[in-house]
């Protein structure tokens, strides 16, 4: 069964400092990884998609990177700023969970001005 | 282009009832899938639609069901509600195919007392 873990569960920066997000699953048999930001009380938004046979992406200053065979995958936030503050989840799709994805418990970002 | 639409967003059921919930996807994605996110327990996979069929089920009681319609909406039935069933419930389309990204809904949220 897939599990997904997310470090930290919680992280608090100034504003202005570069940022890595962690996560981690424990199957590698995945077609691909997607990175979420989810404002308070709402829907998920995807920030990066992440496919198994590539190493990263990038939008704007957001960077996710994926190690398939160690089962890891980091995002990169570059110069946050308190807009950016929010919860991130990853999310795998597993080569036979059809389009089922399974996500971690997030990241809660805060950054203050 | 429009994004995933649900509704109602908010909803206040009586234990025992039972409440239908609603989803649109984006125009021309065919699969839609359905997640119940709590605090305890985070996101989870319900089951997912495509062309009107069940593909793939999660690991919840016979009392949540779905349906979707020839025009891809779909609707998802919570019958004789627990307390339990307090939840952010979101609803997520993408394109056929293991390749795409999936996007998701603003999601219902449903407070059973």
């Known amino acids: 069964k897939q599990e997904v873990t997310q470090i930290p569960a919680a992280l608090s920066v100034p504003e202005g400092e570069n940022l890595v997000l962690n996560c981690s699953f424990t199957?590698?048999?995945?077609?691909?990884l997607q990175w979420f930001r989810q404002d308070p009380g709402k829907g998920l938004t995807s920030l990066l998609l992440?496919?198994?046979?590539?190493r990263e992406q990038t939008s704007g200053r957001l960077n996710a990177s994926l190690d398939k065979s160690s089962g890891r995958s980091t995002l990169y936030i570059a110069a946050s700023q308190p807009g950016d503050s929010a919860t991130y989840l990853c999310a795998v799709r597993g080569e036979t969970s059809g389009s089922r994805l399974t996500f971690g418990e997030g990241t809660q970002l805060t950054v203050n001005p | 282009k429009a994004g995933v639409t649900q509704t109602p967003r908010y909803l206040i059921k009586t234990r025992g009832q039972q409440v239908t919930l609603s989803c649109s996807p984006i125009?021309?994605?065919?699969?839609v899938s359905w997640y119940q996110q709590t605090p305890g327990q985070g996101l989870q996979f319900l089951f997912e639609y495509f062309s009107e069929t069940q593909r793939n089920k999660g690991n919840f009681p016979g009392r949540f069901s779905g349906r979707q319609f020839s025009n891809s909406r779909s609707e998802m039935n919570v019958s004789t509600l627990e307390l339990g069933d307090s939840a952010l419930y979101l609803c997520?389309?993408?394109?056929?195919?293991?390749?795409?990204?999936?996007?998701f809904g603003p999601g219902t949220r449903l407070t059973v007392t």
């Open positions: 125009s021309g994605h065919r699969s």
């Open positions: 997520a389309s993408s394109l056929e195919g293991r390749f795409y990204e999936q996007y």
């Open positions: 992440i496919q198994s046979s590539q």
């Open positions: 199957d590698s048999a995945i077609y691909n």
